[in-house]
């Protein structure tokens, strides 16, 4: 049904499936676990799940893409990846693939949906749905009726949905996808985001009523936790 992976673009980033340092794939397990319990299952959807930060470069997409690997790494569990990063794509440089044909072009209505995903061969049951081409209206084209549909479509093929977004604190896109999904993460890094970023990110989250499980600390060094807990780390990833 889905058109299999592209060619490879000219830059591709680490995951844990070229680099799979167990504390940082344990981390992933436990935040896989932890999102799990938070949002009951409704038969018939998939479970929704939005990425999101309060500034740039905090190592959300890195999160997003190995957490999406981590439930596909499940049995039966068949897992989409969403890039909805319509200004800045990342998510399919961590594949080697095109981003040419994907969300955009969906929402768009320029193209049909099996035409927009990607089956990825490293992990079963694991797919992808790149950001497509950059459009210059990105908030508008994600609170249209178009992503409404979209996930009507996506609940009849897939368990997990994961999506990529912006972060709050710089546009609104995410906001526009809140209120389609189970539940929110907010990805922040170590000794480099503030708690102001942090609560005016929150803020801007609670206003259209999205549900926040929680905040990956991203990036953090083991030197800083070990003396003060053993299993610090354990609830925790750092950027791979």
């Known amino acids: 049904m889905f058109k299999n992976k592209s060619k490879k673009s000219t830059r591709t980033f680490d995951t844990i499936l070229r680099n799979p340092v167990f504390r940082v794939v344990e981390a992933y397990k436990t935040l896989r676990t932890n999102i799990l319990f938070s949002v009951p299952a409704v038969e018939g959807r998939s479970k ?46 961590y594949f080697g693939v095109s981003s040419k044909k994907g969300l955009s072009n969906y929402l768009a209505g320029q193209d049909e949906l099996e035409n927009c995903i990607q089956k990825l061969p490293d992990v079963e049951n694991f797919y992808i749905m790149p950001s497509g081409v950059l459009p210059p209206n990105p908030s508008e084209l994600l609170s249209g009726k178009h992503m409404e549909s979209l996930f009507a479509e996506l609940d009849k093929i ?56 929680g905040v990956v600390l991203n990036r953090t060094r083991i030197s800083n936790y070990r003396k003060r807990q053993k299993y610090s780390n354990y609830y925790r990833t750092e950027e791979v």
Do not use: M
């Open 158 to 213: 897939f368990d997990v949905v994961i999506i990529d977004t912006p972060p709050v604190n710089i546009v609104a896109d995410a906001l526009s996808i809140c209120p389609f999904v189970d539940g929110v993460i907010v990805v922040a890094t170590d000794n480099k985001t503030t708690y102001n970023e942090l609560q005016d990110a929150v803020k801007q989250l609670k206003v259209v009523d999205a549900k926040i499980l």
């Open 48 to 93: 929704r799940f939005v990425f999101t930060s309060a500034n740039p470069n905090e190592g959300k997409s890195t999160v997003s893409v190995n957490t999406a690997i981590t439930f596909a790494q499940q049995t039966d569990v068949k897992v989409l990846l969403i890039d909805a990063d319509l200004r800045k794509a990342t998510t399919h440089k």
